[in-house]
């Protein structure tokens, strides 16, 4: 069987904040009734972290739960462990009214760390990103530039930022240049 | 720039986040409907100086559909609320009466 590749392997800027493509990241996309106790169980179970609130992400490690839409899930996981995880799932909702696809390598994951990474995004979308308005354990989904992509926070200046494959390597270069060094602004 | 509240997902949402869907409140006229109801469908739509309602669909976030109440001359923003339901709700009427007094849109007053 054919290696699994990321979107741009190895892909790294170093300016205001560094840019790093993450690598595989498994992903599942559950849509169904949010509240039901059925659903609400499995997301637990399969990602060992609780149900976030509205806008929520709760992250641990590579495990978590991100509240996309008021019937959606995003869960996060590692690479490998995805298509088993699709499988409890079916198992566990059979007969209800929900969709779980894994959407892994539908996606690409890139990594903006340090003192800047507020500020590179915050050039690239109309997302509110004072520190006061947006932290860890939340998730936005929005637009860089021309296209949709969702993130949240690792850490006080890191941010996880998920987009589609296909732009990858769009998103790289809008991040790369908002985290030129001749670029700053200090905003934040 | 038009900053529309999104009430699914709770984001003050830039319209550069929204997709515009148009007129709300339009009844859909299918088969067997008259030429007439089905010309008022397809193409007879508002074009008022002040209070109207929108479609908008927060397709960079959350992807759904809600409605707007708004004012196309001094582009005040009066609610949002979601887009299941036929009529706009009570609640933004009320607003409505209070700011612009004898408002009417369509058949809604």
């Keep these: 069987m054919s290696e699994p590749q990321s979107a741009l392997p190895g892909a790294a800027f170093t300016g205001a904040a560094q840019i790093t493509e993450t690598g595989l990241r498994g992903m599942i996309t559950l849509k169904g009734d949010l509240s039901a106790t059925k659903l609400k169980n499995i997301a637990k179970k399969v990602s060992g972290v609780d149900m976030p609130e509205k806008r929520g992400a709760n992250i641990k ?34 007969g209800t009214h929900y969709l779980a696809v894994n959407v892994s390598d539908a996606r690409a994951v890139f990594r903006v760390d340090g003192q800047g990474a507020r500020e590179v995004l915050a050039k690239l979308t109309p997302a509110d990103l004072h520190p006061d308005s947006f932290g860890p354990g939340e998730i936005r989904r929005t637009r860089l530039a ?36 001749q670029a700053q602004v200090d905003y934040f | 720039m038009l900053i529309l509240h999104c009430p699914h997902c709770g984001i003050d949402c830039d319209e550069t986040e929204l997709s515009p869907g148009g007129e709300a409140h339009i009844t859909r006229h299918g088969p067997g409907a008259s030429d007439e109801k089905v010309e008022e469908y397809l193409f007879l739509r508002e074009n008022p100086k002040g209070v109207h309602f ?51 849109w369509r058949d809604f007053a």
């Design chain 2, 54 to 104: 929108e479609r908008w669909r927060h397709s960079m976030g959350c992807g759904k559909w809600f409605h707007a109440a708004r004012c196309t001359m001094t582009l005040e923003v009066f609610g949002t609320y979601p887009a299941q339901t036929t009529e706009p709700p009570e609640s933004i009427r009320k607003i409505l009466s209070e700011k612009r007094p004898g408002w009417s």
């Design chain 1, 146 to 181: 021309q296209v949709p992509a969702a993130f949240w926070m690792t850490g006080p200046q890191t941010f996880e930022i998920v987009c589609f494959r296909s732009v990858a390597q769009y998103v790289f270069d809008l991040l790369s240049n908002a985290a030129k060094i």
């Design chain 1, 61 to 94: 490690g590579d495990n978590g739960l991100c509240w996309m839409a008021p019937d959606e899930l995003l869960i996060l996981c590692p690479h490998m462990d995805a298509p088993t995880i699709v499988t409890q799932i079916d198992k566990a909702l059979k």
